[in-house]
């Protein structure tokens, strides 16, 4: 596919999300990472750039070239600092393509996919692994970064996460080392912004990742609930909600287990209860 694409033109979308350009964030130390003008490019090495050999980019830079996907193909510019507005977007791809990657994304974190311990209990994720050779003294050697890059939750991205393990120990590719990460690190952050989940009970996967206690209450809530909704928020659960299942879990804003009875009254008809585990 990549062959197929001017060099030129398979530059300029590098270059647009950021690749080999500097962030302009008003930190220090922000690198702009490596990519050769194209018109140096060999065949081979614009097959081998279009899976990430070849080039280099930063975690950060990563993680902000995955906004046009989670957005509608348009990016933003990033900053540490509080803004009163929000920026006007620059238009990089058409919203069809990115809502079709946000689809294949998506997949990739589901059963048959590479990185099914990026699953978050009670939200759609989406996202990639990546598995690349480190560089010693120019070459290519065999020793490995593992990553993960995604964002939560997928029906309506809020949260984008980069995590990338230098060297891994238990196992060297990035959907085994990188995607229980991001995983845990989605769990906390979407419980404390209190983003309601959006996975129906049915969507739910028996992850590796996920306690297998829950799934003996995901299998009955199939069975006599298959049109359920989570809710991870009481107040949001009311005659208009439908079949909606109460997650009460301990977040940090709040402890959903003390709220039990406020979503039975507000008409959940099923409760997934955290004590220790689930």
């Not at 694409?5 to 930190?27: H, L």
């Not at 419980?191 to 989940?197: G, H, T």
């Amino acid at each position: 596919i990549a062959l197929q694409m001017q060099p030129r033109e398979m530059w300029e979308m590098f270059t647009s999300v950021g690749f080999g350009q500097q962030p302009r964030f008003g930190f220090p130390g922000a690198v702009a990472g490596r990519v050769r003008p194209f018109k140096s490019w060999r065949p081979i090495e614009q097959a081998t750039m279009s899976y990430g050999h070849g080039i280099s980019v930063s975690l950060f830079q990563m993680a902000h070239s995955y906004m046009i996907f989670a957005r509608d193909g348009d990016m933003i510019p990033l900053t540490f600092l509080k803004r009163n507005e929000l920026p006007e977007g620059r238009q990089i791809v058409s919203k069809k393509t990115a809502r079709e990657m946000r689809h294949m994304l998506e997949m990739v974190t589901g059963e048959k996919g590479t990185a099914r311990r990026a699953q978050v209990a009670g939200y759609r994720v989406a996202g990639k692994t990546g598995t690349a050779y480190k560089i010693e003294n120019g070459r290519y050697v065999r020793k490995y970064v593992g990553s993960f890059v995604g964002f939560a939750p997928a029906s309506d991205p809020r949260v984008i996460i980069a995590v990338m393990i230098d060297e891994p120990t238990v196992g060297h590719y990035g959907g085994s080392a990188a995607a229980p990460v991001f995983s845990a690190v989605a769990a906390d952050t979407l419980r404390a912004m209190n983003i309601s989940p959006d996975a129906q009970v049915d969507e739910l996967l028996a992850a590796d990742n996920v306690p297998l206690q829950i799934m003996p209450a995901v299998h009955w809530l199939r069975t006599v609930c298959p049109d359920g909704e989570l809710f991870s928020d009481s107040r949001e659960i009311g005659p208009d909600t439908g079949n909606a299942v109460f997650f009460a879990y301990e977040g940090d804003s709040a402890d959903g287990r003390n709220y039990i009875s406020n979503a039975i009254e507000n008409g959940a008809v099923a409760v997934i209860y955290e004590s220790e585990g689930f």
